[in-house]
């Protein structure tokens, strides 16, 4: 008898489990914003929620690939309040530092300025900065977290030889993030197996479609867009033009311009969410750094507004 209660209950735990709906956390691109979402996931922790996968664009990738190896977010915090982020997106090279040295040695804070600023090496390599900085940062912050088992997770980038959307998983994770965050004419492309990976939120700013593909059952996006647009329509009858199809396919930039499809994968995507959480985030940019504490309490603000439904949320799941 026993063993017959044994079994019942190992069935009944492995239906329960089997049966147990996925979570995934979608994180979007916004450059400087991306504090606000740090903010957001310390009430996601808060609620309970199980997140079994993460994916993430350009800032969304650093955040999700950190949490993905085991930061808390208020490690996240700790880190964003901490670090000059500035100097880290600008090669090191701190504003504050070049302003004081412009004073003593004028000549000195021009040699750095003009290797910062190489137009020739811009062109030939589309990109200001080279990225080791944050690279090597990033390293760091995974080498910590070594010995924790991660979560599934995908960073989304572009490849812009061909303009086509690239999930990265394998590899070095660090890099998979600086790939992602690649903001095309700032940060040079990573290349990789012939692609010239660069930030993902090009094609696809707020992946939910990726973690629906990934098994997702329901999943909770957290979007730094601020000034939402309709989908776009091509200029009529040009996309249907012979001349218009061989330019395009030379140049899949142009191609991409002219369609916009990211606007309306954005549009779906938001849709698609089953808890879509949008900080508001007045008067900053992508380069707002020196507003993380605000940005951060913004994204409290979101996720505490959202707590209710979280909850919720960890009920379905559980």
Known sequence: MKRFLIVILC???AVSVSGRKTVALV????????AAEVGVMKYIERSGVPVDMVVGTSIGSVVGGLYSVGYSADE???IFRSQEWIDLFSDGISMDNLLNELVDSPLS???KVKGLLDFKSMVKELGIVKGDSIVGFLD???KEKADRRPIPFRAVAVDLKAMDEVLLRDGSLPMNMRASMAIPLVFRPVQKDG???ADG???NNLPVDVARNMGADIVIAVDLTQNKHEDYEAPGGLMEKEWAQKIFDRVPWLKWIVQRPDREKYNRNVADADLYINPVLDDCSVTSFSKVDYMIRQGEKAGKKALRKLKKIKKKAK
Request: net charge positive.
């Open 195 to 197: 692609m010239l990976l």
């Open 140 to 142: 760091r912050l995974v």
């Open 201 to 203: 939120g090009v094609l």
């Open 27 to 34: 994180l979007g691109g916004g450059g400087a914003k991306g």
């Open 11 to 13: 069935a009944t735990l």
């Open 109 to 111: 804070v021009l040699d």
């Open 76 to 78: 996240m915090d700790r």
